[in-house]
């Protein structure tokens, strides 16, 4: 009943690393919550792990969830109507902090639930890679992220009432040799069902 904040609970998380899939289960039943601004953006996440989570189950948790927030569409404030575009640009802070640009357009529009076709391209702010759990960096000489989906949204809730979206993107990283770049590829397939 609280435009402005979201309570969940948390299923069974699952990973298909299998070391990780046992520890994954402490967190069957777990709360959590989002807080939001005007236009359905979230700016909070709240995640209350179980006393017995270990820490790298907390951790895919959390990844996993703020990964699927940062990828929220925003609404406009002011009215719009089938065909409306916008542009979304907002900081990432991760290993790497980014500039996300998302460009929405309204394909369609019955009632309450609007349906948006979402092209995402992000671009790091500084070529550092912050190594997680560390306070080494490496340096960030080429990288790429960018993709496209679909969301339905219910404006009488503040989760999609679905969406599939996919990006896909490379990095290269550089430590004390210049010789041995590391290069990653990277997929993200994101969905609400």
Do not use: C
């Not at 609970?9 to 990780?20: E, I, K, R």
């Not at 496209?148 to 896909?168: E, H």
């Amino acid at each position: 009943t609280d435009p402005k904040n979201l309570e969940f609970t948390l299923g069974t998380p699952t990973s298909p690393d299998g070391a990780l899939e046992p520890a994954l289960a402490a967190f069957d039943g777990a709360d959590g919550g989002v807080t939001y601004a005007d236009g359905l953006a979230p700016t909070e996440l709240r995640i209350l792990p179980p006393s017995d989570a270990e820490d790298p189950a907390t951790r895919a948790v959390e990844q996993s969830l703020v990964t699927a927030f940062t990828l929220a569409v925003p609404v406009p404030t002011t009215a719009i109507g089938p065909g409306a575009k916008w542009r979304v640009t907002r900081t990432v802070s991760s290993a790497t902090t980014l500039t996300q640009t998302m460009d929405v357009t309204v394909t369609a529009w019955e009632g309450d639930r609007l349906t948006v076709s979402v092209s995402v391209d992000e671009t790091p702010v500084d070529p550092i890679f912050r190594i997680p759990g560390s306070n080494a960096t490496l340096d960030l000489t080429r990288y790429r992220n960018a993709g496209t989906g679909s969301v339905t949204i219910d404006l009488t809730t503040l989760l999609p009432a679905s969406a599939s979206l996919k990006l896909q993107g490379a990095r290269e990283l550089v430590g004390t040799d210049p010789n041995r770049p590391i290069l990653q590829h990277t997929t993200l397939d994101l969905a609400w069902t």
